[in-house]
């Protein structure tokens, strides 16, 4: 059973900071990539980041400059550096990861979500 645990999140306000962490554990042979979604109310979810092992990253051009997602494959944890924030970053982060279970296929996981919310 794999599992994503996210932590991080909270009230900032208007140009501050907030750094995410995600967690995977279980029987974990591998993961390919860490992702981050935001859902705000009545908005679809978006993807904001993404990193793979290599460390490659890849941005929506909404937080492009201000967010940095990297990861600690060794910790199996990823991390989302959110920084100059606005009110419209506003909204439940989700972290997703591609993962190869031990003795199972590559598959898609997701954790259980966490709130940003950033004030003017």
């Known amino acids: 059973q794999v599992q994503l645990v996210e932590s991080g999140g909270g009230l900032v306000q208007a140009g501050g900071s907030l750094r995410l962490s995600c967690v995977a554990s279980?029987?974990?042979?591998?993961?390919?990539?860490m992702a981050w979604y935001r859902q705000a109310p009545g908005k679809q979810r978006e993807l904001v980041a993404s990193v793979t092992s290599y460390g490659v990253t890849n941005y929506s051009d909404s937080v492009k400059g201000r967010f940095t997602a990297s990861r600690d494959n060794a910790r199996n944890t990823g991390y989302l550096q959110m920084n100059s924030l606005k009110p419209e970053d506003t909204a439940v982060y989700y972290c997703?990861?591609?993962?190869?279970?031990?003795?199972?296929?590559?598959?898609?996981?997701w954790g259980q979500g966490t709130q940003v919310t950033v004030s003017s």
């Open positions: 997703n990861a591609q993962i190869f279970a031990r003795g199972s296929t590559l598959s898609d996981y």
């Open positions: 279980g029987s974990i042979f591998s993961i390919r990539v």
